[in-house]
């Protein structure tokens, strides 16, 4: 079962963005932005989640890649990980096998984090 939230009214995710900014707040906390308004590849999935959670050049930009840094992130050492994802419906309708791929990928992230006592969230909000 997927970890993932799903928001899509306005109000919620003014909710859930005042939610995130006390969490970021909270010493040992890293909040990663990501704006899913121009990712309707994997390409641009891969590209901005890079930019977005400050991944180190070495990035290889593929899949293998990504799962690798989602689950390595010593260059932001924190006790706590929210990634919040803007307007992912673009890229889930785009390339829906692509898109379930970067969610299995962040649920595999989750689990392994988890498993080490870090917590780690990945949030979705549509439209």
């Known amino acids: 079962m997927s970890e993932f939230l799903n928001i899509s009214s ?18 040992g906390t890293k909040v990663f932005y990501l704006d899913g308004k121009k990712i309707n590849s994997k390409e641009t999935f891969l590209s901005k989640a890079a930019e977005a959670m400050q991944f180190p050049t070495y990035f290889g930009a593929n899949w293998d890649a990504f799962d690798e840094c989602i689950t390595y992130l010593t260059w932001c ?20 096998t692509q898109y379930q791929i970067a969610v299995d990928i962040l649920n595999s992230a989750k689990e392994y984090w ?12 549509n439209k």
């Open 10 to 27: 306005i109000d919620v995710k003014q909710g859930i963005r005042e939610a995130v900014e006390q969490i970021a707040a909270e010493p």
């Open 114 to 125: 988890e498993a080490n006592k870090i917590y780690f969230k990945f949030l979705v909000i």
């Open 77 to 96: 050492p924190a006790q706590r990980y929210v990634i919040l994802y803007y307007h992912a419906d673009i890229f889930a309708q785009a390339e829906p």
